[in-house]
């Protein structure tokens, strides 16, 4: 009976998996533009008819007590619409992807100088580092602009419940992120010898991690994953923060940070639950400047 029950649960997931192929085809077809725009439509108005939705209306409201209803109520709408567009873009990240470093306003993506020299810096430095990011805007973006800039990187990610759905995810993600590390046991341990070998480590951080130390993020206490700050400590190498920002049009802008310093311990090595702190921080900072891009669903304070 339970072998049954597997080979169902199989068969299931392969129909699913050619319906996720199927949609993401059409997607294509529809182009850069309308796909998302479609996705955006579909998001705002199924998204607050989830349980996610009250998440996320929880969370905005804790988060920014003295903005009213209709100011968290914009912000929690916003944010529908960033994920919708967000999960019809992956088929068109290579159209989406035209940064021009001669014409960096010219396109889809753009970027200060100052932001392009960060990463041709870390390209031709010669020493490995760190690379935190958030759900903020597509954050697929910050992986390949690394990727796109020449910089070799080991990009933690986490796979699908889904066999069949995680195969088409990495069918899109797998030519344009560097090496792709799946979360798990081993992730750690594949991250630390990437490094060990001059690589760039990236990672998204801003979600709940039960096992690791409590910070105050958007002035509540949360649990955050600590595995950078410990890989940071470890290693002493360079922590940057990487994000991209929405812009109308379908457009993006990237950011990347100065090299953020690390609280130390009285032995001298980074603090790990300093880092984390300091990591947060500046995530905290970025989805205060745009709230309604960040991923507010998702019980972060639980």
């Known amino acids: 009976m339970l072998r049954f029950k597997v080979r169902l649960w199989l068969f299931a997931d392969r129909l699913f998996g050619l319906l996720v192929r199927a949609v993401f085809a059409l997607l294509r077809l529809l182009g850069p533009d309308i796909g998302p725009r ?31 209803e209709a100011e968290r109520a914009a912000i929690l709408t916003e944010a529908w619409d960033n994920l919708g567009r967000v999960a019809c873009e992956y088929v068109h990240m290579d159209r989406i992807w035209d940064f021009d470093a001669a014409r960096p306003d010219s396109g889809r993506i753009t970027a200060s100088p100052e932001t392009v020299a960060l990463y041709e810096r870390l390209r031709d430095d010669g020493k ?58 081993s992730a750690p341990f594949k991250l630390a010898r990437a490094l060990e070998r001059g690589l760039h480590v990236g990672m998204l951080v801003d ?43 379908g457009r993006f802008r990237l950011d990347l940070t100065e090299e953020i310093p690390m609280p130390r311990d009285a032995e001298g090595l980074v603090d790990v639950e300093g880092a984390t702190q300091a990591m947060n921080t500046v995530i905290e900072g970025w989805v205060r400047e745009c709230p309604g891009q960040w991923l507010w669903m998702h019980r972060r304070w639980r």
């Open 128 to 185: 490995p580092a760190i690379v935190f990011s958030a759900h903020l805007a597509n954050w697929e973006l910050p992986a390949i602009a690394a990727a796109k800039h020449g910089i070799e990187s080991a990009v933690l990610y986490r796979t699908p419940n889904s066999p069949a759905v995680a195969k088409e995810i990495l069918r899109l993600r797998q030519d344009s992120m560097g090496t792709l590390v799946a979360a798990g046991m």
């Open 38 to 68: 479609i996705g955006a439509f579909l998001a705002r108005s199924l998204g607050p008819l989830t349980s996610a939705n009250r998440i996320g209306r929880e969370n905005i409201a804790a988060a920014f007590p003295g903005k009213s």
């Open 207 to 249: 979600q709940r991690f039960g096992r690791g130390p409590v910070v105050t993020f958007m002035g509540r206490p949360a649990s955050a994953n600590p595995l950078l700050a410990q890989l940071a400590r470890r290693f002493d190498c360079p922590v940057h923060g990487a994000r991209a920002i929405r812009l109308p049009g």
